[in-house]
């Protein structure tokens, strides 16, 4: 099981050397971005199986980073397992975000039900260091005549690497920059500000900071971090007025902190005209797409719940009338201590309909599938397919009211349900389990499906097609 930790300052060395292994080369998967954007994305992380593990929200909606080997035994099968199960025990969405393309063929190998979508707004802006450090050839003449220029005006610039030292002279180019500001939408002035955020890192072992100075004022500023074979930068302000000083910063950056790196990632564009343009008048190597990527269960494509039929009993949808039934059976304490699920981690005090609506909520949001079971049309218990593992398994649940138990009814309904999941929907799997102290539910599911393991808890079963 995952368990998540929020990422805060407290954890910038170790994050720090997890990114450092990264390849991805896509900024979000860097320190920079997690701290930069964290009152938004409220990332966490979590180490599984030698894996960085990281989650984020994305509009509201939690979705994980595809996973980072960060030592020599990591196992990206047992991550992906992980990721899954947390998932569909937590009644979420599978969705990661910023996969990069060249990792989508890893997703499409494991998943035969996957959604993606990339926006050209975000994808970043890759470049070759050592393009950078010269400007040569005649795609670059435009920079070299802004550089030249730029150095014949203000000879006296000198671009250097920048400490805790500088505190007061950056904080005197911050409120300089901010009167030069001109951009009125809310998403440019909120990129400033979390900028500004990221001041209090230079100096830190964990980014790279320069910029020009002149006659002992910052007229420019970067700040960088090394992932892997890459270079992201996160910030690149400088005061208009000089001409000519974003290129001049750019190479003389690149000079200073690329040494040990053959690539510079400068960040998307956020769908500025403006930037767009200057981003591809550098010629980058490649535009790296961020793929977002849904993981559908089997159950995505069901658009209503059966009926089954077997020789005593009929499952069908839980409907409105079944309400004061399958309350008592959801209240039942003294069954439902089997069910392994306890209602009162989400609702307390939950009201008439609060069982019917959340059944009919998680099969909209193909979470699971709620199944009334009826004699007679009466209900007389409840069936679920849940856990769905997004690889064709399903686990299967049952419970019965008290006075129609030692009847069969269970393991009836029980069958049917196997044979719906793997011929009807098409599942590759079933599973079952049992608390080991519930014999009853340990000679049901021993008479369907096969055992497969125990831990201290549980009796495991399963069956395959």
């Known amino acids: 099981m995952l368990h998540f930790t929020p990422i805060t300052e407290q954890h910038i060395e170790e994050l720090s050397r997890y990114y450092g292994l990264c390849h991805y080369q896509v900024s979000d998967y860097s320190l920079g971005v997690k701290l930069m954007w964290r009152y938004m994305l409220e990332s966490e992380f979590t180490v599984f199986a030698g894996c960085l593990v990281v989650r984020s929200k994305i509009r509201g909606r939690w979705t994980f980073d595809f996973p980072i080997a960060v030592s020599e035994d990591a196992d990206m099968e047992k991550a992906f397992?992980?990721?899954?199960?947390?998932?569909?025990?937590?009644?979420?969405?599978?969705?990661l975000n910023a996969v990069p393309r060249e990792m989508l063929p890893v997703l499409t190998a494991r998943y035969t039900n996957i959604e993606t979508r990339s926006q050209r707004n975000l994808s970043d802006y890759l470049y070759l260091a050592e393009d950078f450090c010269e400007?040569?050839?005649?795609?670059?003449?435009?920079?070299?005549?802004?550089?030249?220029?730029?150095?014949?005006?203000?000879?006296?610039?000198?671009?250097?690497?920048f400490t805790e030292a500088d505190a007061e002279k950056i904080t005197a180019f911050r409120y300089a920059f901010e009167k030069t500001f001109d951009k009125i939408s809310y998403g440019a002035k909120n990129e400033l500000e979390r900028a500004w955020k990221m001041l209090r890192f230079i100096g830190s072992p964990f980014f790279r900071c320069g910029g020009f100075e002149l006659d002992g004022e910052i007229i420019s500023l970067c700040i960088s971090e090394v992932c892997g074979d890459t270079l992201i930068d996160h910030i690149e302000k400088a005061l208009p007025e000089y001409e000519g000083v974003y290129p001049a910063m750019v190479q003389a950056f690149a000079k200073m902190f690329t040494h040990d790196v053959k690539y510079i990632n400068r960040e998307d564009d956020a769908g500025s005209r403006g930037l767009r343009t200057s981003k591809m008048q550098y010629q980058p190597v490649r535009i790296l797409d961020k793929i977002s990527v849904r993981i559908r269960s089997e159950l995505y494509y069901i658009?209503?719940?059966?009926?089954?039929?077997?020789?005593?009993?009929?499952?069908?949808?839980?409907?409105?009338?079944?309400?004061?039934a399958y309350n008592r059976l959801c209240l039942d304490d003294e069954r439902n201590r089997y069910w392994g699920y306890d209602y009162r981690e989400d609702c307390e005090t939950p009201d008439e309909q609060y069982f019917y609506l959340d059944q009919k909520k998680d099969f909209g949001s193909s979470q699971a599938m709620n199944f009334a079971i009826r004699l007679h049309e009466t209900m007389i218990g409840e069936l679920i397919l849940y856990h769905f593992d997004f690889r064709g398994g399903v686990e299967i649940g049952v419970r019965i009211l008290p006075e129609y138990e030692k009847n069969g009814y269970a393991t009836e309904a029980y069958a049917a349900a196997c044979e719906y999941a793997l011929y009807g929907i098409g599942m590759n799997v079933v599973r079952g389990k049992c608390m080991k102290e519930n014999s009853a539910s340990k000679k049901m599911l021993s008479a369907i499906l096969r055992p497969?393991?125990?831990?201290?808890?549980?009796?495991?079963?399963?069956?395959?097609?």
């Open 81 to 95: 397992d992980a990721m899954a199960r947390f998932c569909y025990e937590h009644f979420l969405p599978f969705e």
């Open 135 to 161: 400007f040569a050839g005649k795609k670059y003449a435009g920079q070299r005549n802004h550089i030249r220029k730029f150095y014949a005006k203000y000879p006296n610039a000198v671009f250097r690497e």
């Open 303 to 324: 658009e209503k719940i059966p009926t089954i039929r077997t020789a005593r009993l009929i499952m069908d949808a839980i409907r409105e009338t079944d309400v004061p």
């Open 452 to 465: 497969d393991g125990e831990d201290d808890t549980y009796f495991y079963f399963r069956k395959n097609v």
